[in-house]
């Protein structure tokens, strides 16, 4: 190398160290594809050439995007500002970058959006919003108005309690295939809130504190293939909740507290091949159910359950009984149910146990302050009767008892009458001290 070329690769070396940390990015290191990552940057560089379509400002500290850091980049289609610190976003931002069809927002500092955020995006078909401070207030009517082509959506790990007041929020959102809003703190669904999605496919709402779920609340969503609900608070579920779900093919619901299925909630669910079900609260299981959860556990090879209800605390008595009975020892699933209880069956494989195992205990009400114990027997033990009805018995036998004395008393009064007859007036004439003579007292008694 000669001395002119070594003189020219130091300079070149002196600039670039000169120029900072955006020399990384500068506008002869990225003809089209702009990678400005871990710069340490405060703002979007405005040095870059006007022909991008990649912006990657990953991992930087930029904290507010104004209308004009984007004016020179109007043929931008991926734009990446993931792990920031913004927190504020002005009106009409994005406004002219109309050919942008992948947006990432996400773990930032956001805490709310203006209706006109993101005016001028109708070609946007990725947008990413997860890890911020988003609250329901963000869901605003008319937020996503424009946005027809958008495929992808993310709320994820967000601070949202609901999703928001107007059901229309997600209208014109029709080509939408996926919603996110997993790990929040959603606590109800409003009514009506997914309708227009009739393209969605997959939705996520597991790690949330969702406590129950109307029965059309996923309406309409006819296309949908993945539902996650996991790790939520729910104890019930409405029988046709699926319905209308035919091409459903993975149903997430572990980690609540179910206690019970609905024996036709799984119905018409055709291409389901994935139901998770384990670490909840259900005991039994409907007869009807098994042939429901067979069709879901095939697998050719058999290589893995696809069907997952362990965990649970199952309860092998005899409102278990026509379940086992339709059991055949066919199916992965049969192997994932063990009792419980009763306590003589813990541990226990219900596929191991006979129908005449699955008893159910004839219980007699404990009774306490409320109800009155009759001992029987010289050991103590006794029929405990509750106290209403003890108050009932002890009614009749009073009457009973006054009615037998009642009676007595009037059969004895009846008799003493019987015994002792009104004396006979004698109408004989009597001497002169008033009494009979004794001739006629003496014909008196032979009459008697």
């Not at 990015?25 to 702009?34: A, D, I, K, L």
């Not at 970058?97 to 993101?118: G, I, M, W």
């Not at 409003?190 to 969702?210: E, V």
Request: hydrophobic share 40%; charged share 10%.
């Amino acid at each position: 190398m000669s001395n002119k070329a070594r003189r020219l690769l130091v300079l070149l070396l002196i600039i670039l160290k000169e120029a900072g940390p955006t020399a990384a990015c500068s506008s002869f290191s990225c003809p089209s594809y702009c990678s400005c990552s871990n710069e340490g940057l405060t703002s979007v560089p405005k040095n870059l050439p006007t022909r991008i379509t990649t912006l990657t400002l990953e991992d930087n500290a930029i904290r507010t995007l104004s209308q004009s850091d984007f004016l020179r980049y109007k043929s931008l289609t991926s734009l990446v500002l993931t792990s920031n610190q913004i927190s504020m976003m002005q009106n009409n931002t994005f406004h002219n970058l109309t050919s942008l069809t992948h947006l990432y927002l996400n773990d930032n500092q956001l805490t709310s959006l203006t209706p006109d955020t993101f005016v001028g995006l109708g070609a946007l078909e990725y947008l990413d919003l997860g890890q911020n401070q988003l609250t329901t207030s963000s869901l605003s009517a008319g937020i996503f108005v424009g946005l027809s082509n958008l495929q992808y959506l993310s709320f994820s790990q967000n601070q949202l309690t609901s999703m928001s007041a107007d059901p229309d929020v997600f209208m014109g959102l029709g080509n939408l295939q996926e919603l996110s809003f997993h790990i929040n703190q959603l606590t109800t669904l409003p009514a009506g809130i997914f309708s227009g999605l009739g393209n969605l496919q997959t939705l996520y709402l597991h790690s949330n504190q969702l406590t129950n779920l109307t029965a059309d609340i996923f309406a309409g969503l006819s296309n949908l293939r993945t539902l996650s609900l996991q790790y939520n608070q729910l104890t019930a579920l409405p029988a046709d909740i699926f319905a209308g779900l035919g091409n459903l093919q993975t149903l997430w619901l572990y980690q609540n507290k179910l206690s019970s299925l609905p024996a036709g909630i799984f119905a018409g669910l055709g291409y389901l091949g994935d139901l998770r079900l384990y670490n909840n609260q259900l005991q039994t299981l409907p007869p009807m159910m098994y042939g429901i959860l067979g069709s879901i556990d095939v697998r050719s090879d058999y290589s893995s359950a696809t069907v997952s209800i362990y965990n649970n605390p199952w309860q092998c008595d005899c409102r278990m009984a026509p379940f086992r009975q339709r059991m055949t020892g066919g199916y992965p699933f049969e192997s994932q149910i063990i009792c419980a209880g009763p306590g003589n069956l813990k541990g226990q494989l219900l596929r191991g146990l006979f129908p005449e195992d699955l008893m159910c205990e004839e219980t007699t009400p404990v009774i306490q302050s409320t109800k009155t114990e009759i001992n029987a027997g010289p050991t103590g033990s006794g029929i405990l009767l509750p106290a209403p009805l003890l108050a009932t018995l002890c009614v009749f036998l009073g009457l009973f008892i006054i009615s037998t004395i009642v009676f007595g008393v009037m059969c004895c009064m009846y008799k003493k009458r019987e015994g002792n007859p009104t004396p006979v007036q004698n109408l004989s004439s009597t001497n002169a001290t008033g009494t009979s003579s004794g001739q006629e007292h003496i014909s008196l008694v032979k009459m008697e």
